[in-house]
């Protein structure tokens, strides 16, 4: 009887073609986990964008008072007591503030009401959620007593990568040109 010529794989064969599988492996994973990490701080990412805008847009517009709603464009001065706290002053003469408190991570908006003067939270951050704000002065002479900068940002950890998101603007005072 005559053998036929049959051909197996060798060890060798077969351990290349198992390193090769791993590696191959290894890559798709990589990927899977390099996009699913994106995606899963991408959302958060938005979310402190929204909510940065949100709390621009409520120190912007002011609240209602006695005499109606009083929005920071109408300040006609301002003193900036830190990075973080500024006191203004409206065509009534009443004083108002807006500072954040690091301690418990609030934004807190002090305003005349009509039971007399209060401290109103506009925004308090949530767990693990690091607030920033900071009033400045643009450069230049022109500038000094007549704009102010405002500066929003959130921050959190997710996953070990920190997100952020922020909202910047300047606010032109009341009956004011530069």
């Given at each position: 009887m005559k053998l036929m010529n049959s051909r197996a794989f060798t060890l060798a064969e077969i351990m290349l073609a198992m390193t090769i599988t791993v590696f191959m492996m290894g890559v798709v994973f990589s990927f899977y986990h390099l996009s699913n990490n994106a995606s899963s701080t991408g959302i958060p990412r938005q979310q402190l964008q929204n909510d940065s805008g949100v709390i621009l847009g409520k120190i912007l517009e002011g609240k209602s008072e006695p005499g109606g709603v009083f929005r920071?464009?109408?300040?006609?001065?301002?003193?900036?007591?830190?990075?973080?706290?500024?006191?203004?002053?409206?065509?009534?003469?009443?004083?108002?503030w807006i500072r954040l408190d690091n301690a418990s991570g609030t934004i807190i908006y002090h305003h005349p009401t009509a039971a007399g003067p209060a401290d109103e939270i506009i925004y308090t951050a949530s767990p693990g959620v690091t607030i920033t704000l900071r009033f400045s002065t643009p450069v230049g002479a022109q500038y000094t007593g007549v704009v102010i900068g405002i500066d929003v940002a959130l921050t959190n950890t997710i996953s070990g990568n920190t997100v952020s998101g922020s909202v910047s603007t300047y606010v032109n005072m009341r009956n004011h040109a530069v």
């Open positions: 920071l464009s109408e300040m006609v001065s301002y003193n900036r007591v830190s990075i973080n706290e500024l006191h203004f002053w409206g065509i009534d003469g009443a004083e108002r």
